[in-house]
């Protein structure tokens, strides 16, 4: 049941609210059974959330199906700026996810969402190649032009938290290329693209030994909060209620901080 929402325009969710649903902070089973649900019609949940949320997301969004017989939740993963954009420009999100307060605040300027909670934090690291070729062991190898190094663009969280930290250490590093989001930033290390890249904690650990991480001390000057808040116009507002609960959840907590994130 459970996919992920590759265009946000092609997600038109179905305003149908099915009645008994159970709050989801404990982590229970809905109370309504599977054909009572099926018999109401399906309800879809749009969530809007950061690249680097992608595999804690998705495997609270199957969590969060299973205890919510006929519901399906939709993801929509990418950079926390573009996300931002697409729903003050009208997409139909019910939750938005973000890697920064900065990006978070574009929504809520425009008085489209609550009062966003801060969720985990998370810091940068050194992406490198698994075999290092460029032999990268600290920030200030990132400067030697020989090295190629792939950032994500400045108004970008992953972006924005590259030039803090670079900023704190006093140097100044000439990218090959700047992506969109962190993701795409790592998946030019694992190809061999680029030598390094400046990606999140988060992002390594979930590259499951396809990169090494390189943690170095200015990456404490730059960390990143996530703000989670659900949309004032969310077409299945009950349900995206009850998706926050379950990220603020002790369950929500375990997998967030299993897969390296840190507490706020």
Same mark, same amino acid.
């Given at each position: 049941?459970?996919?992920?929402?590759?265009?946000?325009?092609?997600?038109?969710?179905?305003?149908?609210?099915?009645?008994?649903?159970?709050?989801?902070?404990?982590?229970?089973?809905?109370?309504?059974?599977?054909?009572?649900?099926?018999?109401? $019609? *399906?309800?879809?949940?749009?969530?809007?959330? /950061? %690249?680097? &949320?992608?595999? @804690?997301?998705?495997? =609270?969004?199957?969590?969060?199906?299973?205890?919510?017989?006929?519901?399906?939740?939709?993801?929509?993963?990418?950079?926390?700026?573009?996300?931002?954009?697409?729903?003050?420009?009208?997409?139909?999100?019910?939750?938005?996810?973000?890697?920064?307060?900065?990006?978070?605040?574009?929504?809520?300027?425009?008085?489209?969402?609550?009062?966003?909670?801060?969720?985990?934090?998370?810091?940068?690291?050194?992406?490198?190649?698994?075999?290092?070729?460029?032999?990268?062991?600290?920030?200030?190898?990132?400067?030697?032009?020989?090295?190629?190094?792939?950032?994500?663009?400045?108004?970008?969280?992953? $972006? *924005?938290?590259?030039?803090?930290?670079?900023? /704190? %250490?006093? &140097?100044?590093? @000439?990218?090959?290329? =700047?992506?969109?989001?962190?993701?795409?930033?790592?998946?030019?290390?694992?190809?061999?693209?680029?030598?390094?890249?400046?990606?999140?904690?988060?992002?390594?650990?979930?590259?499951?030994?396809?990169?090494?991480?390189?943690?170095?001390?200015?990456?404490?000057?730059?960390?990143?909060?996530?703000?989670?808040?659900?949309?004032?116009?969310?077409?299945?507002?009950?349900?995206?209620?009850?998706?926050?609960?379950?990220?603020?959840?002790?369950?929500?907590?375990?997998?967030?901080?299993?897969?390296?994130?840190?507490?706020?």
């Amino acid at each position: 049941m459970f996919r992920r929402l590759s265009q946000w325009a092609v997600a038109v969710p179905v305003a149908l609210v099915i009645a008994g649903l159970s709050g989801c902070g404990s982590g229970e089973p809905a109370t309504s059974s599977a054909s009572t649900a099926a018999a109401a $019609g *399906a309800k879809e949940l749009n969530v809007f959330a /950061a %690249a680097s &949320l992608t595999e @804690t997301f998705t495997e =609270l969004g199957r969590t969060f199906e299973a205890a919510h017989p006929g519901t399906t939740v939709k993801f929509n993963f990418g950079s926390s700026a573009t996300l931002a954009q697409q729903i003050v420009q009208g997409a139909p999100a019910d939750v938005f996810a973000a890697a920064s307060p900065a990006t978070m605040k574009t929504v809520t300027d425009a008085s489209l969402a609550s009062a966003p909670t801060t969720f985990v934090r998370n810091k940068l690291e050194i992406a490198v190649p698994k075999d290092n070729p460029a032999k990268v062991d600290e920030l200030k190898d990132l400067t030697d032009p020989t090295v190629k190094v792939a950032l994500c663009a400045e108004q970008v969280p992953c $972006g *924005a938290a590259a030039v803090k930290a670079l900023d /704190a %250490a006093g &140097l100044k590093v @000439t990218p090959v290329t =700047l992506e969109q989001d962190v993701k795409a930033a790592l998946t030019k290390v694992e190809l061999g693209e680029v030598d390094a890249a400046l990606v999140y904690t988060t992002d390594v650990i979930a590259a499951a030994g396809k990169v090494q991480g390189i943690d170095f001390p200015e990456a404490d000057k730059a960390i990143n909060d996530y703000p989670i808040a659900t949309l004032s116009k969310a077409p299945a507002g009950d349900l995206a209620k009850q998706f926050v609960d379950v990220v603020l959840s002790q369950q929500g907590k375990d997998v967030l901080t299993k897969a390296g994130f840190e507490s706020p």
